[in-house]
């Protein structure tokens, strides 16, 4: 059975814009912000994906980084439906579909077990003049609020990899507590690779405080140097 659902606050619904193929969101100002993914992907280190990049092949990276894409898109459909209690088992009938369904069925058996009580699912995340975004799940995990990330992946990922999600997670966490007067100090990442193996990392307090502060960093550095790039 899905957790229960507790829509105790409002979430605003975001509008979405295009800058230079960047993603921005329109604030209460009526004044462009960007997305927390576009924050974090201005101030990364690319030089490991495109080294990637070099060594399989512009043409194949994007048909892997589409495919991936494709079936984390159904994944993420599939998961809200099922949370929200509707029908989700609607895949493509080709081999992304089966993955996607069977990555799914992960979560279900046994990725979902702990999420409590559900506040909110793509949940619109805005602070004026800063940063917007969306957060997959924002919930009761374990008996404390948390907010949640359900990630696909070709092979489960080592946490030293995954610093970009935890750092999405602390900035939509601190956009949460300023918008609601909220407390929320815990992200979870919940992952399922394509053997079906589950993993979870689960960020609480003190880490968070780290990641919180490694998150403001990126914020200011993208503000004060990547702004207008």
Known sequence: MPPSLNQQYSYPELTRIEEGGKRFYIDSKGNPVPSVTTILDAVSDKTGIKRWEQRVGKKAAEEIKKQSTDIG?????????????????????????LLAKGITERFID????YIDEIWGLEAGLLLDDWYAGTADCIAVYKNKPAIIDFKTAKKLKRKDWIESYFLQGAAYANAHNVMFETNIEEIVILMVDRDL?????????????????AWKTKLLEFFNHHREA
């Open 73 to 97: 898109t159904m994944v993420h459909e599939a998961i809200e439906q099922y949370l929200l209690g509707n029908t989700w088992d609607a895949f493509t009938p080709d081999t992304n579909g």
């Open 110 to 113: 046994v990725g979902l077990n």
């Open 197 to 213: 193996l589950f993993k979870e990392f689960h960020i609480k307090k003190d880490e968070f405080a780290y990641y919180t502060k």
